[in-house]
């Protein structure tokens, strides 16, 4: 049986996620695995918009400071210091030259039927 959308929708505005975190490698079970370091790298605060069709989007991009051409291959999705979920990175896998590296409101939570 399917979930509605609706349904989605509540649990994905209930959400207490907050922060965000950049890894070079699965996060592991805590969150702490493979979490960029150096560069000026701290987890950033985010917020969401409003759930909409199964999805919450970042209302605002985010931009870390890294070390140069620091590879981005995981997020991780924080409660204050509680590890909530991690997410494979799609698209731009390392920071610039500069050590730049940005999360943009593409990035979005969903919820999915299991099979």
Do not use: C
């Not at 996620?17 to 370091?37: F, K, Y």
């Not at 400071?65 to 990175?89: C, D, E, H, I, M």
């Not at 390392?94 to 299991?114: E, I």
């Amino acid at each position: 049986m399917a979930t509605t959308v609706a349904f989605k929708n509540l649990l994905l505005n209930a959400s207490d996620i907050d922060t965000l975190s950049l890894h070079s490698g699965d996060p592991g079970a805590t969150g702490t695995a493979n979490e960029v370091a150096g560069g000026g790298y701290t987890r950033k605060s985010i917020a969401f918009a409003a759930a909409a069709n199964g999805a919450r989007a970042m209302s605002a991009d985010v931009d870390f400071s890294t070390p140069a051409n620091q590879p981005v291959t995981y997020l991780g999705f924080w409660t204050g210091s509680t590890f909530r979920s991690a997410k494979p990175v799609v698209g731009d896998m390392s920071a610039n030259a500069s050590g730049q590296y940005r999360v943009t409101t593409d990035t979005v939570l969903s919820l999915v039927d299991l099979a």
